[in-house]
């Protein structure tokens, strides 16, 4: 017996390699599609660089800035400047 069958036991082998088998077999073949709803403008003072959403605000991310902005209008809530921190 060598140093990997005794490490592992039989059954757990088994499940090692059937997970193998599941994970690399899948085809993740989605059908759901990204619908827009609604477009906003925002100031271009800084590089964008994302996007995150709640359920009130949409927030703009760049380097070392993010802005809070309303989802119902787009006005603009508040800034954190992070590179003034």
């Not at 993740?28 to 599609?33: D, L, V």
């Not at 209008?73 to 003034?84: Q, R, Y």
Request: aromatic share 16%.
């Amino acid at each position: 017996m060598n140093h990997y069958q005794q490490k592992f036991s039989f059954p757990l082998r088994l499940i090692m390699i059937i997970s193998f088998i599941l994970i690399f077999s899948f085809k993740g073949n989605c059908q759901h599609k990204a619908v827009e709803i609604r477009q906003f403008s925002v100031s271009n003072e800084f590089h964008l660089q994302g996007v995150a959403v709640d359920n009130n605000y949409f927030y703009t991310i760049s380097n070392s800035i993010i802005s809070k902005q309303r989802k119902s209008d787009g006005s603009f809530v508040s800034i954190w400047d992070g590179s003034k921190a």
